[in-house]
């Protein structure tokens, strides 16, 4: 359907569904809606609830709309307190990009509009807050959200296994008592900042109001994907000992640290490359054999021995696994990272150690790409609906 098709016949219905407003028509521009004393008008009221009409957007209008303008409200002042705005050009760009869902330039977008009533500020207003609530969110959270590369691996191999992943956790759940809202939020900061196992638990013994409390909120395994959706991507990203930022649950305020995080019921795919390591040496050197038994830990560990045996070699290699020859790629399927099998034959004594195995299949690099943003951006979001949850619960609103 063309823009001029859609709007013209979403404002058939739009006539009726406006027309109680024609007593307010009397004082557009008196104030609706007070957000910490900004007002939202009747005029911005009425213009957004036709343009959601207008485009169709899902929900009830005359609903959605004062509650977007409100969580605009908020979300401008959160940018204007750390000083961010949005260019002209940016703005235009991505009201052009908006238009183009109709397959249209943006001033016929705007043209069609506005022969049905809707200011061409309507949609401007409307852009340009997802703008600025999005930069909001990166300065805010971007490094907290960033996606290390094991987390993408992790991603990927389960989404090519079926594997399951688990985490433990402990929980401090603390009330909002009425007056005392301020006081528990500042404590919730402050004990996101702890990343000793130990003292959280204290903490949880001390500050939280969930049963846990009395095991120091330790919970035992769960899957991840029981979560919660908001929790689910937040704790993710976490590495053992981070704790989340607090989250707003009805009546009260939660955080969460990460004890453990493991992988179940996981099918290992075979591995497109190995990184391994072969180690040969005189089997009449018992004294340097049975002290590499005792004490290689880790492949890393063998350059030093070689550096002090010019007689000994050492060949480390990162290939294919159809590459490698038969009885040596047997002999590294069984072996995990970091473990190894020493073999004697005649003369010499031979050790062959796994250093590592590609965890990524098949996958193209655009792949991982979508994988990595994709995890940022659930990180990011979950942020953003938390902190949004905060300011909403902190704003004072006022309906005239």
């Given amino acids: 359907m063309n823009i001029k098709t859609l709007i013209r016949s979403s404002l058939i219905a739009l006539g009726l569904t406006l027309a109680p407003l024609g007593v307010a028509a009397q004082n557009l521009f008196s104030a609706a809606i007070l957000v910490n004393d900004q007002a939202i008008t009747n005029y911005e ?3 957004r609830t036709m343009f959601l ?6 929900g009830v209008p005359d609903e959605l709309a004062p509650k977007q303008l409100i969580e605009e409200r908020l979300k401008k002042a959160a940018a204007d307190q750390l000083g961010i705005r949005v260019s002209a050009e940016e703005l235009q760009f991505e009201l052009e990009s908006f ?3 109709f397959n249209v330039a943006f001033d016929e977008f705007a043209a069609e509009l506005e022969r049905v009533g809707i200011s061409v500020d309507t949609p401007r207003a409307f852009i340009a807050n997802q703008l600025l609530w999005r930069d909001v969110i990166r300065a805010r959270f971007g490094a907290q959200a960033n996606v290390d590369e094991a ?10 296994s079926g594997s399951s992943i688990e985490v433990l956790l402990t929980e401090i759940i603390m009330a909002m008592q009425p007056g005392q809202e301020q006081e528990v939020r500042e404590r919730a900061r402050e004990l996101s900042k702890i990343r000793s196992f130990d003292a959280f638990s204290d903490a949880a013994r001390e500050f939280s109001d969930a049963p846990t409390r009395e095991f120091g909120g330790r919970v035992t395994w769960q899957k991840l994907d029981t979560l ?22 009805p009546n009260a305020l939660a955080l969460f640290q990460l004890r453990g995080i493991r992988e179940t019921a996981y099918r290992r795919p075979l591995p497109d490359s190995v990184d391994y390591l072969r180690y040969a ?28 045996n010019p007689n000994h070699v050492l060949k480390r290699e990162t290939v294919k696994r159809a590459e490698i020859d038969g009885p040596t790629r047997n002999i590294l399927t069984n072996l995990d990272e ?19 195995r590609s965890q990524i299949l098949d996958l193209e690099e655009q792949d991982l790409a979508q ?30």
């Fill in 45 to 47: 009221l009425n213009q």
């Fill in 53 to 58: 009409e207008a485009l169709r957007f899902p």
């Fill in 99 to 101: 238009a183009q869902r």
């Fill in 151 to 160: 987390q993408v691996e992790r991603s990927a191999n389960a989404e090519k």
């Fill in 228 to 249: 919660p959706g908001v929790l689910q991507p937040l704790i993710f990203g976490l590495a053992p000992g981070e704790v989340t930022d607090p989250l707003s649950i």
């Fill in 281 to 308: 040496l005189p089997s009449s050197e018992l004294e340097n054999i049975n002290a590499i038994r005792a004490n290689i830990n880790h492949c890393d560990d063998l350059y030093g021995w070689a550096k002090g």
């Fill in 338 to 356: 970091n473990e190894y099998v020493i073999a004697t034959q005649g003369p010499t004594t031979r050790l062959i150690i796994m250093c590592s």
């Fill in 371 to 400: 994988i990595r943003d994709g995890l940022l951006n659930q990180r990011l979001g979950s942020y953003a609906d938390s902190y949004l949850e905060n300011l909403r619960d902190d704003a004072r609103i006022v309906y005239k």
